[in-house]
């Protein structure tokens, strides 16, 4: 059985004073039955690994570069994440995709890296509101898969993250349906790459406004493992809601 995973994504939001929330968190899941994973702005990232020691919450980097050190000013390697306690990285968001113009290859490469540095790549990916209203999303979505998933990977270091782009911090989501039909062919597709083993064994989450009233529902969809959250992550209560819906689901 593939473990659930609640993952939030802070982006670029929380100071110090956020370190509170995971303070909460910790509390109101203390031996929490699936996985919980925040992953703060770089700025965080060590002290929030510190705070979370010895709890039920792992932390991870919202990105890394795919070279191991060297002359990248502002970039973070993989292996620097890890010594800063991290055991994930978030890897080809839309948002590093349309802001920072990230291919497939982009994404590839730093997911090899991250792997390499035993960290688990969560690679997102998604359609636009064009290429949905275009009946484009399968045809995307096939490509960002083939284009950014390494060959190494396994169940254990591998997590594909399903997030509409128009979905993303608007409000909109897509039908349950519409949902299952893009899971159930990331699971398709990886079983055919990898093998019956290896493609069941990933873990599949979906994001894209997910909130604790909408997150049973989204959780009871085919192929559905867990959720990748953004906005509703930065506050314990929020986050509380989602995360007790999948300990349920």
Partial sequence: MRRKLAAGNWKMN?????????????RAFPSPTIDILICPPATLLHRAAETVRETGIATGGQDCHAAPSGAHTGDISADM????????????????????GEQNETV???ARAAMDAGLKAIICVGESLEQREAANTLDIIGGQLSGSIPDQSTGENLI?????????????????????????FIRNRLER???????????????GSVKPNNAADIFAVSNVDGALVGG??????DFSGIIVALQKA
């Fill in 14 to 26: 929380g100071t110090t004073s956020a370190l509170s929330e995971l303070d909460a968190l910790a």
């Fill in 81 to 100: 994440l890890v010594d800063a306690g991290a055991n994930a990285v978030i890897l080809g968001h839309s948002e590093r995709r349309e802001d920072h």
């Fill in 108 to 110: 590839r490469a730093k």
């Fill in 160 to 184: 594909v993250a399903y997030e509409p782009i128009w979905a993303i911090g608007t409000g909109k989501v897509p039908t349950l349906e519409e949902i299952g039909e893009v899971h159930d």
């Fill in 193 to 207: 790459r990898f093998g019956e083993g290896v493609g069941r064994s990933v873990r599949l989450l979906y994001g």
């Fill in 232 to 237: 509703a992550s930065l506050k314990a209560q």
